[in-house]
C-alpha cells in the first residue's frame, strides 16, 4: 500500500450506532488531518496530530471522537450522530505541521458517511 | 479570518486551455496548493507553488500568483475530458498551525 488509505469507503450508520474510521499513512509522515467535506461548503478542518500530539481541535462536537496511537494511523470513533453528520470524511496527512513546504498534505480516498 | 473564493463553474471545449481562478484575504500565506478531486475520489495534489514566486510550471500545469492582487490562477493547457473534475484552491498560513484554508471547489466540465 502507499499514500493514505481510509477504511470504510462507504458507511451507513443509525443515530444510535457507534463505529471507527480509520486513517492509515505509508508516507512517513508526523502529522495528521481529519477533514469533513459537506455538499456546497467549503472543507472544514476538524482535528490535527502532529506527533502522535493532537493540537486542533476545530470545535467539534463531542459525538466526534479522534485518536493517534502512532504517527501512521488515525481512527475518528463516532458515535450517536445526527443525519446532518452525513458528509465525506477525509484524512490527510504531511511531513509536519508548519507554515513551510513540508505542510503540504496528501489526502486518502474518504469514508462516505451516511446517518440514518 | 482567511477567506478564500473560487467561481463555481467553468466549461471548456477539448483542446482548449482552462484557467481557474483563486483570490484570498490573508496576505501572511506561504505556499498555495490546486487539489483536484474526481467523483467518489479524495483530493490529489495536483502543484504548489510558494508565495514568493510568481509562476510555476508543470507539463500541461502553469500556476500564476500575483501575491500584490492576493491572485492565483492553474492553467490546464490542451484541456482533456480527463481534467473534468473539481479543482480546490487551498492556502496554507505562517506560522506553525498546520491549517489550509480552502477555497469552495471548481467544477471544470471538458466538452468533446
Known amino acids: 500500500e502507499t499514500g493514505v488509505t481510509q477504511t470504510p469507503r462507504h458507511l451507513v450508520m443509525g443515530m444510535t450506532n457507534k463505529k471507527s474510521l480509520k486513517c492509515e499513512q505509508h508516507l512517513g509522515h508526523n502529522a495528521m488531518y481529519w477533514y469533513k467535506q459537506s455538499a456546497k461548503k467549503p472543507l472544514e478542518l476538524m482535528f490535527v496530530?502532529?506527533?502522535?500530539?493532537?493540537?486542533e481541535n476545530n470545535s467539534v462536537p463531542s459525538r466526534f471522537s479522534p485518536e493517534c496511537p502512532n504517527s501512521s494511523h488515525l481512527f475518528l470513533h463516532l458515535h450517536t450522530l445526527q443525519p446532518e453528520d452525513s458528509a465525506l470524511y477525509l484524512c490527510?496527512?504531511?511531513?509536519?505541521?508548519?507554515?513551510?513546504?513540508?505542510?503540504?498534505?496528501?489526502f486518502g480516498p474518504g469514508t462516505r458517511l451516511t446517518v440514518l | 479570518g482567511e477567506d478564500v473564493e473560487q467561481s463555481l463553474f467553468l466549461s471548456v471545449r477539448e483542446g482548449d486551455s482552462s484557467v481557474i481562478n483563486c483570490t484570498y484575504t490573508d496576505s501572511s500565506s506561504t505556499y498555495l496548493y490546486w487539489y483536484k478531486q474526481e467523483p467518489g475520489a479524495g483530493l490529489q495534489l495536483l502543484t504548489y507553488?510558494?508565495?514568493?514566486?510568481d509562476m510555476k510550471q508543470d507539463q500541461r500545469l502553469t500556476v500564476l500568483l500575483n501575491k500584490k492582487d492576493k491572485h492565483l490562477s492553474l492553467r490546464i493547457a490542451d484541456t482533456q475530458t480527463g481534467d473534468s473534475a473539481i479543482y480546490f484552491c487551498?492556502?496554507?498560513?505562517?506560522?506553525?498551525?498546520?491549517?489550509?484554508?480552502f477555497g469552495q471547489g471548481t467544477t471544470l466540465q471538458v466538452k468533446p
Open positions: 507553488i510558494f508565495s514568493n514566486m
Open positions: 487551498a492556502v496554507g498560513l505562517y506560522g506553525n498551525t498546520g491549517k489550509l484554508i
Open positions: 490527510a496527512s504531511s511531513q509536519e505541521k508548519s507554515g513551510g513546504a513540508e505542510n503540504t498534505q496528501y
Open positions: 496530530y502532529n506527533f502522535k500530539e493532537q493540537t
